[in-house]
Each structure stands twice: as structure tokens, then as C-alpha cells.
């Protein structure tokens, strides 16, 4: 299988067996739920900024940043998706269109590398630090955040030609992924000290939400692998299921994840007197 040399998975799925009609349309259309939910979540992150106390105000505004970069990334990604497969009547199968682009899962890692520090960045906005600094673990989250999102858009070139590089640069970005959920967890830990008990449950439900939500991405990450890379029609289930996976992942670690953060916000400003009668005009 080297045909297509570093194409992704699905690319080399495209050029030997196809796509059924099904497999190839519940593709296109997760994609575009996708970008369609973060479309919604902009509009829902730009009519309720003033809910909360204008402290709080820079993970909402953050929020609206991670929903423009992610709706236009993802949409070029279901365009690029559409346009790299064409239908063969006679074997009524989609295979990879002649004199198109290849399919890339590189939008998503550009969509990350914008979005995860700033997603990161959010709940710092949100909480207060009784020991940790500030700027160290900003600085930490944007440094892990960003090596890990390189190391693994390296990595995913060699998902079908060089399984060892493709395992050596997997692991090198999930040891900044491990660094991230360590620092999270003391986030949300110091985050809870002395605030009201609703917000330290939203809180918890973040951290579930956040660990259950990344994890997603290493498992969508090794699917060709999970699912069999020379296993027959596992090979269109690997492809449907890894594009199902990075879209609930994107969806819950982006859109919920704000909103839960959005609730935290306003349980805090809340408790300190702020009432929506106060916003600025």
C-alpha cells in the first residue's frame, strides 16, 4: 500500500475499494454536523456574553474565537471531503476523484493548533488559582498544547507507510496529552476551593466531560489500526467510524465544554451580586 505514498487512510480506502453510498454520505454528513454545531455555538456564546460578570467575559469571547476557527477549518474539511471522491456508476462505489486534492485530516490539526490553547486558556478565565501561578500554567498549557497537536500531524502522515514513525510520534504527542490532563486536573481541584456548590459540580462535570472528550482523539488517532488498515470492509467502517469519533470529540470538548464553562461563569457572578439587569450597554 504505497501508492498514494504519505496519504492518509482514507485516501488509499478511496483509491482500492470505494465507498458504499451509505458509508460515503454519513461521512459528508457528520462532517457538516460538525461545522453546523459550531455555527450554533457561536450564536449562543455571542447572545449570552453579558450573562455573566465582565471578569468572566474572556472565556466567552475565547469561545466565539474557538467556534469561528472551527466552523470554517471543519467547513473546508467537508468541501475538501466532497470533493476528493467521485461516484463510479458502473460499480456504484465512491472512489478518489482524477485531478483532485487528496482528502487531508490536516484541516482538523490546523483547527486544533488554533483551538486548543485558547480552549485551554478558557477555564483559567473562569476559576482562581489559590497555589498555582497563572502565567506557568498558561504557558504550560500552550506549550504542551501546541507540541502535542504538532508531534500528532506529524505522526498521522504515517498511519499507513510507517507504522513505527507513525507509533513514535503517537507516543511523543500523548506524553503532552498526559501533561495536559495532569495539569487540568489541578486546575479544576484549586478551581473548586471556596465557591459556591453548584459551580464546584459544574466543575466536576467538566473534568468528565474534558477526560472522556480527549480521549476520544487518540482512539480516532488508531483507528485504521483499531478497526484492521487490511481487513476488508473494515477499512470503510474505520474511515466513518474515526470521522464519527472527531466530531462527537470536537463537539463535546469545544461547544458543551463552553457552555459548561459559560454555567460556571454565571454561578460565580451569581454569587458576587452580578445580575443580567447590570450589563454594560
Known sequence: MNELGNATFENYVGLEQGFSEMAYQLTSHVLTLGYACMLAGLLYFVLTIKNVAPKYRMSSI??????VSA??????QTENWTDAFAFDKEKGRYFLAEGSD????GYRYLNWLIDVPMLLFQILFVVS?????FSSVRNQFWFSGVMMIVTGYIGQYYEVTNLTAFAIWG???TVFFIHILILMRRVIKEGKEGIPDKAQKLLGSIWVLFLVSWMLYPGAYLMPHLLGINGGLFNEVGVVAREITYTIADISSKVIYGVLLGLVAQSLSKAE???????EL
Open 62 to 67: 475565547l469561545s466565539v474565537v474557538v467556534m
Open 71 to 76: 466552523f470554517l477549518l471543519l467547513y473546508v
Open 273 to 279: 451580586g452580578y445580575t443580567i439587569e447590570q450589563q
Open 102 to 105: 487528496l482528502f487531508n485530516n
Open 129 to 133: 488559582l489559590t497555589r498555582s501561578n
Open 171 to 173: 507516543a511523543i504527542s
